[in-house]
């Protein structure tokens, strides 16, 4: 596939994730970033535009190159957002991987809001 077409591919699955994270209630601001992709390695360059607390490195590829996907991540991530990789190829659903400390700290507070919540009833 040309360049041109594995920018589309990748754009598509950042409108999509986007569109995702709209729908779910979680920014109704969250957008692709303009020109994502032209920028490599710059902190807070993620590929996604999003008031949650992670910064979002989309891959569209049939090659699963899991650690360089991750490397691209984290040197894009900000350091008050952890990076996340969303992960898709045809025909598959859409996938997330993060470390494992990011993952149970997210379920750490989710807890501690359900016992907070829990208590109030």
Avoid: H
Avoid at 46 to 51: R, S, V
Avoid at 83 to 96: A, F, G, L, Q
């Amino acid at each position: 596939m040309k360049a041109s077409g594995l920018r589309k591919k990748g754009s598509r699955l950042e409108r999509k994730f986007a569109s995702m994270i709209r729908e779910y209630g979680l920014d109704s601001k969250a957008q692709r970033r303009p020109y994502s992709g032209g920028v490599w390695g710059v902190k807070g360059r993620a590929d996604m535009i999003t008031k949650l607390p992670f910064s979002f490195e989309c891959k569209n590829q049939e090659r699963l190159d899991f650690w360089g996907f991750w490397e691209q991540a984290e040197a894009e991530a900000s350091m008050a957002k952890p990076p996340v990789v969303v992960y898709s190829c045809n025909y598959r659903p859409i996938m997330v991987y993060m470390k494992a400390e990011t993952f149970l700290n997210v379920l750490k507070e989710l807890e501690e809001i359900y016992l907070k919540y829990k208590a109030l009833i």
